[in-house]
């Protein structure tokens, strides 16, 4: 049972527009939530983060939002950059680390 | 501050036989985690040790086993290889609560 969705594999943006990432969580329990960046061959680094006490957090470029209610997370970033093609993976914290499936973002030039 | 290191970088093993993968964490982190990432799945948890002890399991076969070392090394076992267990093995370090650092990874393929 997947307990971190990302219902949207993949999206693909222009360069400067926002891009818009989401992902949904089922258990009302996890109380840390991050977002991780992957290029193919590397293993995942770390992007962002947010405790559920929060609802936003920014860095640079980088926005994460969480709506506890809704159990929804999402990552902003504006303005996107080539370099910002990669997959995405958002997780939370709970007694271990739960994953989605990922959405791969493409950046148009 | 060296990474997280994974060695090997890639295997090619037959079903049936064994595989054993290392990870050496950033220094000074204690927690080790192993996952499973293949593709349409994202990143499965394995196992996490924490102070050469098993702290977290998850759904996997008992197939699968790891230890963790007084160093903080860690080595993830499987035998009785399968087709489906051909994936990117990616270890991960953490100090904290919430953010682990991963390893490149060791992409095991079996035939």
């Known amino acids: 049972d997947q307990q971190v969705k990302q219902n949207s594999p993949s999206l693909s943006v222009q360069e400067g527009r926002i891009s818009i990432l989401n992902c949904d969580y089922t258990?009302?329990?996890?109380?840390?939530f991050l977002w991780y960046k992957k290029y193919p061959a590397e293993g995942p680094t770390f992007l962002i983060s947010?405790?559920?006490?929060?609802d936003k957090n920014e860095d640079g470029r980088f926005t994460v939002f969480l709506n506890k209610s809704a159990k929804h997370l999402s990552l902003h970033i504006v303005p996107s950059q080539p370099g910002d093609s990669a997959v995405y993976f958002c997780a939370a914290s709970g007694n271990q680390f739960y994953f989605g499936t990922g959405t791969s973002l493409t950046v148009i030039p | 501050k060296a990474g997280v290191t994974q060695t090997p970088r890639y295997l090619i093993k037959t079903r049936g036989q064994q595989v054993t993968l290392s990870c050496s964490p950033i220094s000074g982190h204690r927690s080790v985690s192993w996952y499973q990432q293949t593709p349409g799945q994202g990143l499965q948890f394995l196992f996490e040790?924490?102070?050469?002890?098993?702290?977290n399991k998850g759904n996997f076969p008992g197939r699968f086993s790891g230890r963790q070392f007084s160093n903080s090394r860690s080595e993830m076992n499987v035998s009785t290889l399968e087709l489906g267990d051909s994936a990117l093995y990616l270890c991960?370090?953490?100090?904290?609560?919430?953010?682990?650092?991963f390893g490149q990874g060791t992409r095991l393929t079996v035939v």
């Open positions: 258990n009302s329990m996890f109380d840390y």
């Open positions: 947010i405790s559920s006490i929060k």
């Open positions: 040790y924490f102070s050469e002890t098993q702290r």
């Open positions: 991960a370090s953490s100090l904290e609560q919430g953010k682990a650092f």
